[in-house]
């Protein structure tokens, strides 16, 4: 039998436990509700669940991303991972101080997002090639395919334009040779630089947060099936490895894990 005494130091134990959880987590409720892993995955930044590496999260629930201010946007809606904002942040400050604005186009794209720009891209397109395969190679010169790119990550941003022609005169270029000179003080990599063998188009206008994006590719090439990836357009054409080697992993190779 338990005495009242000792069920009063219980309850004040269990309380003490409780207030522990709470400080750990934004809400107890959410502990409860939300799957264990799940949860693990949103507090430890340095771990992504398969979801997120593939874009399947919406930015809104992931607890470390945030909404970019509309004051660094060109347009729309923006979410990145905070700890690639608050460099992000520093290195646009620095860039004003020069009379360089680097504003953000493009920023977190989830699956969805990307599954409609492969799609609308291969409707366009589909009837300018005699085969599927041929589609698919031309198309995976300037984009990715849904569950594979790295903006799913929260980490890299598309600066200014995604036309290269924007980059070779005027306040483009001055902003790409700004870039070029200082991004990497605040942790920013070109991650399709010009001249690669393999892989996507050269994008002067593409870059990323190096001290998470690396970690995340390598959670990504140790973890990702093609199974994840989803019933894509034409996606049977193309191998996996291929994929990988060739597109997820045909960058910068200042970007890769070491
Ligand atoms: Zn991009």
Known sequence: MINKKELIYMNIILITILSIFYSCNNSISNYYLTPISMNFFERNTSVLSKNILTGKENPNTIQYFVKVKSEYCLYGEQYLHKQAYNAYIDMYKHAQEEGIELKILSSHRTYYTQNWLWETNWEKNRNKFTTDSACVKNMLDYLSIPGTSRHHWGTDIDILSVS?????????????????????????????????????????????????????????????????????????????????????????PELLPS
């Open 164 to 252: 290269p022609e924007y980059f070779t005169y005027g306040k483009g270029i001055e902003a790409l040779n700004w870039l070029n000179k200082n991004a990497k003080t605040y942790g920013y990599y070109l991650s399709y630089t010009p001249n690669r063998e393999i892989g996507y188009n050269y994008e002067p206008w593409h870059w990323s947060y190096a001290p998470l994006s690396r970690k995340y590719l390598k959670q990504y090439i140790e973890t990702i099936t093609i199974e994840d990836l989803g019933n894509i357009k034409g996606i049977s054409t193309v191998h996996f490895n291929e994929i990988i080697n060739e597109y997820v992993l045909g960058i910068n």
